[in-house]
């Protein structure tokens, strides 16, 4: 836990953290000087995503409604596309990277901006075979993801590029880093709302609506 947080808000960096830190370095590959783009910035995973490209060294661009935006650029965003009106493949090209938050055909535009052999890493999109094998999938599983799959992969290829699906991974190491980084003022962890144990249904329900800033926290 950084030591600079409290409970409420340490509590909105574990999972999101992780994803965002993991799809970025280890999917992704996110390197000084790139181009990445995040889908749905301004969202629990996009806040820290952007922290966590921009700390990378990456320039951001990202999709997020006209009430999101000025957090997305506060948090580092220097290209903010408002998904409500504008396509972000008819404005962004040679991107080095995408991380896919939002899924459907916002999953697949990615593979428009990517330059030949770049990557999306998707945490919304279907599964793929490779993450079947992670999660140690038997024979069944991973056939049936393959098949689920197929369409998005053939797309990516006929592309020339990769996409690839995440899941989150435990990590204490990855926890230390995300730790370090707040607590050197790298990283700030947003919260949206905060409910109490009791309401956790209203919290599920508020989340459900899918327009969260940040994160959305139950307070034990
Ligand atoms: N695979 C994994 O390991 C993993 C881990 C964590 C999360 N996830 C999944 O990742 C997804 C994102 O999670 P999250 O916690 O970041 O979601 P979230 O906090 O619920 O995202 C809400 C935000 O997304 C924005 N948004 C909604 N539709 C959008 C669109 N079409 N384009 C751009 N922005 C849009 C909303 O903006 P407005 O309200 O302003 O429209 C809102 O700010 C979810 O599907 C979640 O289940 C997967």
Redesign the pocket.
């Known amino acids: 836990m950084p030591e600079s947080l409290d409970f409420t808000d340490a509590a909105g960096l574990p999972?999101?953290g992780l994803?965002a830190l993991q799809a970025l370095r280890d999917v992704v590959g996110v390197a000084e000087g790139d181009k990445v783009f995040i889908?749905?910035g301004?969202?629990?995973?996009?806040t820290l995503a952007i922290q966590l490209a921009v700390w990378m060294g990456a320039k951001v661009a990202t999709?997020?409604?006209p009430?999101?935006e000025e957090l997305v650029r506060s948090l580092g965003a220097e290209t903010v596309i408002n998904?409500r009106q504008q396509r972000f493949n008819n404005l962004l090209s040679d991107y080095d990277g995408a991380f896919d938050?939002?899924?459907g055909q916002?999953l697949t535009d990615t593979f428009d901006i990517l330059k030949r052999g770049a990557t999306t890493a998707s945490?919304?999109g279907i599964p793929d075979p490779p993450t079947a094998r992670e999660m140690g999938a038997g024979l069944v599983v991973t056939t049936a993801l393959k098949a689920a799959s197929a369409k998005i992969r053939r797309e990516a290829r006929k592309k020339g590029v990769n996409y690839r699906f995440?899941?989150?991974r435990p990590s204490g190491s990855d926890l230390a880093v995300l730790a370090g980084l707040v607590d050197q003022g790298r990283l700030k962890t947003v919260t949206d709302r905060v409910f109490p144990f009791a309401q956790i249904p209203e919290a599920f329900t508020y989340?459900e609506q899918?327009?969260?800033?940040g994160k959305v926290i139950v307070q034990m």
Do not use: E, N, Q
């Open positions: 999972l999101a994803t889908s749905g301004a969202g629990g995973v996009g999709t997020a409604s009430s999101g998904y938050l939002t899924g916002d945490i919304a995440m899941f989150m989340l899918g327009h969260a800033k």
